[in-house]
């Protein structure tokens, strides 16, 4: 099938059996790939038992790629994985890309479901049509590095083609709840705790090889299509941006609009900013740059520091996320020491994001007095100490002392600290917010709100539109004039959610490298490659669906209006700077997004919205929930 | 009609406030040590102005097209006004092609910091000058 792999497998890890079932040309089309089969397996396996503990043997875990997962273009290696969410208890997805998704296709599959639990650490091994659990006993409690490395020299002769792995480190294993799973050193599925889920699974990694090829439908009309786009990225500034010092470009832009969050969301102003900024960044810690499957713009950049407190070998450097999160959050402007935190992330396998901010809670906790010395062991978490902030992440790691609190993610962590510190959290449906400032632009407020994961950048495109990297001209609401404040921005996040969930979410296309993309030329590239017909309403209509399925699943793992607010924190205006002033109306938002998406009084989708969508199993779930 | 009514008085107005840019070490200092010829291409109305830290000192040349610029900015003279407000959404603006730029794109990053004082100067300095009109704060 053109695009497609043309297979699923199903692993059970308490049976231990293993399936493989063709891809059904109709469900492909149906749903287009990524989470589009996600949410839609998901659906069909909790149907049966839907009350579960994310920790359980009866959480499901899948993986999926999408159609242009494997193809040799700018912006396309993505691949996403799904599971109710460790971390915050409701639905939990990540994006992530690198060369697994093109190697298991290659292999012949478009997906993983895996289910079930083992009762002994175990890895999958799969090289083509061979397909094995394998025991995991010799790397299990090895960090992520080390499985990488020993597991490509261990499994080198048994693999057609060269090999790929995806692991989980010590903090999967230990059930630190934003663990993530971690491809290659540096490619994390990072939010929402993923890596917990395989923890506790004790499946350790996935290796896998191929060697079989992928077929296009239209390669002339793709040809054709990828001569036009490479004029359109080389005059693409953004793209421009992201090669050249990648994603922590935005460090520069970012702080120019108050969109960075300094001091754990208390600031968005600092002297010393441009100490963690791309210039010191290429002067301090810059060691080349890599790039994901088939991808020009390569925007992932490595890092060393060669001496002093934290030394690190090449590797992986900090994206701007994790600059922001282990930086300007802790008010720490040593970029060795983001580095260094970074690296010790990757190799415990935990969410940068989910770390640093539940750190800087820490510490502010630490400056108002509700933790001391003797909770945090001797360390002493003052804003800006370096050390500190690493040996935390450390800690964090191990489930060692108050790492153990905080490996729990900031939320949980107030019943430890006790309730004052809820007035530090920065959590939406539980889930630590992204390094960027819905005071500078309320949209991102609302798309903190209602997005199904908790609060996140990448639940839907309202950041890449409202933060101005895209632009959708096909789509009137994606391309008007937004007035300033909060007007228009219901219709806004609907629109970037049902487009984003096929562009981002089902298609894969990469938020960063996709961004030169309009509608129009994404849709030809999807359909140049699968043969299939889509029109934009037909992908929107698909987008909708995977939207309401994501936002059902998480109304029905307890979820509702109540869960749809910003934090205090985040609704603090800032008395001077670029934001001041100013906060969302998440009032007037979400009651217009209520509206347009046809929500209950408690948040739940109205079931005539559901069945117009073909979504009768999950308002039968639903049933009773309002 | 846009905010200027013609070319004249915008060069009067923008001129000037490159040139207090020039004079005030906060700014003037970076923008020197990154050593960048700057031409802003505005149009409706026209005009060109080159900022060149190529020197000791920074110096403001309108009409220029003949020095070899290593960075090219092209904007409409409203987007130019609002910019200097901190005003215009950059990413937004070089999306939609509201602002062309040309050149290396690191070392126009490297001005973005430089240059984000000049955000507050902007108003004030049209309030001091006669320009008070011409403040959308005002």
Redesign the interface.
Known sequence: MNGYAGKILYVNLTSGQIRSKPLDRVFARENIGGLGFGTRIFLDIIQQNPDFDALSAENPFILMTGPLTGMHMDGVARWTVCAKSPLTGFWGDANIGGHFGAALKFAGYDGIVITGASDHPVFLFINNDTVELRDAGAYWGKDVYTVTDRMMTDLKTQSSGKGQILTIGPAGENLVRFASLIHNKGHAAGRTGMGTVWGAKKLKAIYVSGSNKLSVAHPARLKTLRRELKEIYEES??I??L???GTT?HM??G???GDIPIKNWQMTEWEQ??KL???VI?EKIYAGRKTCFGCGVACKKEAEVKKGAFKMKKGPAPEYETVATFGTMCLNADIESVAKANEICNCYGMDTISCGSTIAFAMECFEKGLIDPEDTGGLDLTWGNARAIVEMVEKIGKQEGFGAVLAQGSARAVRYIGNQAAAFLTTVKGLEAPMHDPRSAHGYGLAYGVSPRGACHGASLTFEVE?????IPEIPDLAMDLPEGSRDRAKLNVAAQDYGMFFSNCAIFCNLGG?PLDATRAIAIINHVTGFDYTLDELMRIGRRVWYLKRGFSNLFGAGVLEDNLPPRLMTPMPDG?TKGSVPDMNLMLAEFYEIRGLDNNGIPREKVLLALGLGPLANLLRGKD | MGVFENPEKFEEILGGFFKLVGDTPLVADKLLTSGMIIRFNYTDPDLILVIDCSGDTIDVRAGDTETKAIVEMKMKADIGHKFWF?KV????????RQMV?KGP??K???L??AI?PT?AMYPKYLDENGYGKYNIHS
């Open positions: 500034i953004y421009a941006a090669q050249s010092t470009s520069d832009i702080i120019l609009s900013i441009d900024g791309p210039v290429e933060g101005g990297a895209m632009y961004t670029p | 901190g959404n950059l990413t937004m603006a070089l999306t939609r730029a794109v690191p126009i990053l490297k973005l910091p984000k955000y």
